[in-house]
């Protein structure tokens, strides 16, 4: 077991209709002007946003609104909401949305007080202070809900990067599972997808011991049983609920502890092809995620080999990884890049931008341009 | 899944040497001054106490002491202690040693900020401030060192009572799984029946899921790995560092969250024992935990049988039961009353002390007096 520090400061409010105590839990934080962020319409239509503006009425909660965030979120709307935040004088951030929402947030959370562009940032900057984030969740996968992470994509320069800072931990979380009922099934399925890869990087490219993959495995089971439930019946607040707990718990520095130096190549594939072709990260993430697993097996067997053993109860690390990808099938998520209508010719192209990446994150001399191509190839 | 709010701040910093960061993490913290609170000589024959002084002095960190915490902590010396802080001023409490040493800084804390008796949180008065709290552990077992609880005796009323607040959560702790190699095989047996037991009190009398389930289940079997190994290699790092890691995880809000209400029936009772007896607290357990499993056993059959089946691969309750108590004994750790020298005519006499912790703890309607006999009788 290596060293390890550990500390997540995020207060997590989980359960039915906690999205109603917004205000309340804005005004005891100390609160009482914030930047209100969210995506396009859905949470209009769905009265999410009449009930959180009704409780920061309640509160005395002033609010300035900065809509329209997209999935992948982009550097030149983080870039407005910066500028809005700074000349509205809020005092914080309300996040209510999904990943993407949460993840422009943190980023104005940290331009807000910051002198220089935001994306300095995403290069290499260190973050030292930002406002406070608080968030109201309405899909569960990305994890941004409890961590420090937040990533953006430069829409000029097609880099999909990322800041990870403890000062962009969320002060608090509100998880309502019943807001994401309303997910759809193929960001339902994108949404396990991304789930079991926040694991499985630390798992396989790390030294876990006993209890880090035996929590790992608890994960990945809790998010292929309740997604199967939740593929038949979306409204099972309880499926819903579990999922949503299993996705917080899947990237909140709980599963690396004591693993030593892991890293994220199935995660920086994957930003490159969502940087390049604006797909859904999830879908993203399923047709490299088998690929991967398949080029990488060899450099750790007997941990595919456990992974096979634990997660569906067969032999080989090819069958389990033939498993995994077979429930990515049944779910309804791609699995080959041309699924996603992106062509075999463009292989270079997209290993060029991870490559870039990989450079970025330290892990160059494992995952070299050629090495990028060799991976996507087994994913035509 | 029900309901929850989970925060739980505390830093946690685990590895080799960590014990020697000690004054620059205060530093760090804000502190100047503190009440360095640990047990007897053990940590000066060891040499932490030189490395933990020395630290302290090179960041300019004063201290006063205040030594001979027992275990069971007494309030006697609880209160000794706050008088000392309150005329020494100290600015935050340090606690190096055991869980018992890290609950005895925590009521310190409590105590050095209010105007009337320490016991008075105890028996219900809410705990509103506290002096920051921050620990090095050298016996891993209570979880202390990541949560909000402190257990103290009153031994003029052979009282063994809690408070639980967020007040009292450390700051940081420093988790060096080798200062735990010294640990003796008996009290590393008592110290996993304890967090066996921390974890199976909410598994069983609580609501849980598969998530839940599955994480107490990561950590019972890590527990009985890891315990095998020490047992056998006192000395294996890694063994007590995974040990150490399932302890912190086991106590420190992650297993119950979502699983509703539930109950720590064997805390109880043992709270009882040892405050009468004076036995070490896994050492209670121990006689208590298969007990109250079989009498409890028909109100909750299917998790019962799921228990057994997931760490022993066993098919009935009894049998898991049974299987769980042959590892008690294998690890040397008591099963009857008798082995702790606890005659069974004084059965009436502890179940009237822990039937007075039931009300204290509502749950009185179960645990009369009468149901409280009847399990000790089958520790007999």
Redesign the interface.
Known sequence: ????????????????D?ETRIGQELKQAGLGRVLLVYGRESIKRSGLYDRVTQSLKTNNIAWVEHAGVSSNPLLSHVRAGVELAKKAGVDGLLAVGGGSVLDEAKAIAVGALAADDIWHYFIGTEVTAALPVCTVLTIAATGSEMNGNAVVTNEATQQKYAIHSEHVYPR?SILD?ALTCSVPPDYSAYAAVDVIAHVIEGYFTGQG???QN??V???I??VM??TDVIMAEPDD??AR??FM??AT?ALNG?TP??IGEYSFPNHMIEHSLSAIYNIPHGAGLAMVMPAWMRWFAPCNPEKFERFARQIFGLRTAAEGIEALERWFVAIKAPIRLAEMDIPASDIDRIAANAAALAEAWSISETYTKEAIANILRLAV
Chains 1, 2 share one sequence.
């Open positions: 077991m290596f060293d390890f520090t550990f500390h997540n400061p995020t207060r997590i409010i989980f359960g039915k906690t608090f599972p011991d006993n209890l035996r929590l495995e608890a994960i089971k809790t049983a309740t607040y309880n609920a579990e707990w299993a718990l709980l502890a004591g």
